[in-house]
C-alpha cells in the first residue's frame, strides 16, 4: 500500500500495515499539522468505504438503537476543535536503547500531530439516543480488518462517559475532508488521550458497563511495571492506557546533528497531560545541574501542543542538549528512561535527550 497523499520524506516504518511518521524538523515546522506530514498509525487495512451507504449503529445502553448516515450526521450542528493525536509508542526507541522492545514499531518522537478536526459532537449523538441509567463506558468500533492469534478482532477500544463532552466524531481534518487513511468517512477524536481511542472507520458506538472487551483495549496499549515481560505478564493485570502523559521534545537540532558555533536555535514541542496548562519549559546542558527557560511560543491551548524555542552560544565540542517542561500544578517528567520503561514501550516521557557536535568550520 503506497502512502497516499504524504510527503516523500515520511519515513516508512511498516509497509503493510501502513504505518509512517513525518521527519521531526517538518513536524515542527507548522502549528496545525499538514496532512501530507501527518503520521499514520494502523493495525490492519485501510477500508474502502462508500460514502452514500455508510451507516453508524449506536447500540447498547440506550433509550433508542440508531442509525445515522453520513449525511444525518453532517446535518447535524457541528463544531470545530483544534486536538492533538499521539501514539502511545512514541519515543519508544529510546526505551529499547536501553532493553530490547520485540515486536513493536520503533517510533521516535514523530507520532504525534495537531490537526483542526470538524465534526459531531459525541454528546449530540449520545443525546439522541439517549443513555440509560448505570451505562458508564462509550465503546467504540472500527471497519478495518485487524487479526491476531489466528482471529479477526477489528480495531476498538473505550472511554468513560464522563469523557464523551470533550469527544469529537470528525468528518473534516483541516479544513479537507478526513483521508482514506486518516479514518474517511467518520472516525472519533478523544482530545487528551492516546490515538488509540481515536478509533478511525468509526461503525458503532455502545454504552455499556464495562471498558471495551476488544483486544486493543483489554490486551494491548496496557500498561505494565518494569519487571514485568512477556515471560510472566497476566493480562488482566496492567494500568488501561488513557491521558497522555506531560512531555517535551526537541525538533531541532537533531539527534547527532553537527552544528556551526555561535548562535544555536533549539526548537521542539511540548504536550500537557489532562488539559492542564504548561507554564515552563527549560533547557540544560550540563546533565541538570543548570536549567535556561525556553521561550513558549503560544498561550495554552487544553488539547494542542505548544511550541517553544530558544537560542543557545555554545562552545566548540560535543553537548547535549536536555528538556523538560512544567506544568502549573508543579508536576514535571522523570529523570530516566528506567523510570518509565515497560516490556510494551508505551508513554516514554523521560527527559528528551538529544547529543550535538559543535564546530567552527561546518560547510552548510
Ligand atoms: N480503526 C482503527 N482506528 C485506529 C487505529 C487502527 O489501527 N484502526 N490506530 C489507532 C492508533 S494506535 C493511533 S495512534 C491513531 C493514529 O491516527 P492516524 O493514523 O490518523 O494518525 O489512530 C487510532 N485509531
Ligand atoms: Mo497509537
Known amino acids: ?24 524538523d517538518a513536524l515542527r515546522r507548522a502549528y496545525v499539522t499538514p496532512q501530507e506530514y501527518f503520521f499514520v498509525r ?42 492533538l493525536l499521539q501514539c502511545a509508542g512514541i519515543r519508544r526507541t529510546e526505551m529499547a536503547a536501553i532493553k530490547p522492545i520485540p515486536g513493536e514499531l520503533l517510533w521516535g518522537a514523530e507520532p504525534i500531530g495537531n490537526a483542526q478536526w470538524r465534526g459531531v459532537p459525541l454528546r449530540t449523538v449520545l443525546d439522541e439516543a439517549g443513555v440509560q441509567e448505570g451505562a458508564s463506558h462509550v465503546a467504540f468500533k472500527g471497519l478495518d480488518e485487524v487479526w491476531r492469534y ?21 468528518y473534516e481534518m483541516n479544513g479537507e475532508t478526513l483521508a482514506p487513511t486518516h479514518g474517511f468517512p467518520l472516525r472519533v477524536v478523544v482530545p487528551g488521550y492516546l490515538g488509540a481511542r481515536s478509533v478511525k472507520w468509526l461503525s458503532n458506538i455502545n454504552l455499556q458497563t464495562e471498558p471495551s472487551k476488544n483486544y486493543f483495549q483489554a490486551h494491548a496499549y496496557k ?20 491521558e497522555l502523559p506531560l512531555n517535551a521534545i526537541i525538533c531541532q537540532p537533531a539527534e547527532g546533528a553537527i552544528c556551526q558555533a555561535g548562535h ?40 494542542s501542543w505548544c511550541f517553544w524555542e530558544t537560542t543557545l552560544a555554545l562552545p566548540v565540542g560535543k553537548h547535549q542538549l536536555i528538556v523538560r517542561a512544567w506544568d502549573v500544578l508543579q508536576h514535571t517528567q522523570p ?30
Open 1 to 24: 500500500m503506497k502512502p497516499l497523499h504524504k510527503h516523500p520524506t515520511m519515513a516508512i516504518h511498516q509497509e503493510e500495515p501502513l504505518n509512517a511518521g513525518p521527519p521531526l
Open 42 to 83: 494502523n493495525h490492519g487495512n485501510i477500508p474502502t468505504i462508500d460514502p452514500a451507504t455508510y451507516c453508524l449503529s449506536i447500540t447498547g445502553m440506550v433509550e433508542q438503537h440508531l442509525e445515522l448516515s453520513l449525511a444525518e450526521l453532517k446535518a447535524m450542528p457541528s463544531t470545530t476543535e483544534v486536538a
Open 150 to 170: 489466528g482471529e479477526q478482532v477489528g480495531f476498538g477500544g473505550s472511554i468513560p462517559l464522563e469523557k464523551a463532552p470533550d469527544v469529537l466524531l470528525a
Open 223 to 242: 500498561l505494565f511495571p518494569p519487571h514485568i515481560g512477556p515471560h510472566n505478564v497476566d493480562w488482566n493485570n496492567g494500568e488501561m492506557l488513557g
Open 264 to 303: 544555536i536555535t533549539v526548537q521542539g514541542y511540548a504536550v500537557s497531560t489532562y488539559g492542564v496548562p504548561i507554564e515552563r519549559i527549560e533547557l540544560s546542558t550540563d546533565e541538570g545541574a543548570n536549567w535556561i527557560d525556553v521561550t513558549i511560543l503560544e498561550p495554552s491551548h487544553p488539547w
Open 335 to 364: 529523570q530516566e528512561i528506567e523510570q518509565v520503561w515497560n516490556f510494551k514501550g508505551y508513554m516514554n516521557n523521560a527527559w528528551h535527550r538529544i547529543d550535538i557536535m559543535v564546530q567552527d568550520d561546518v560547510v552548510i
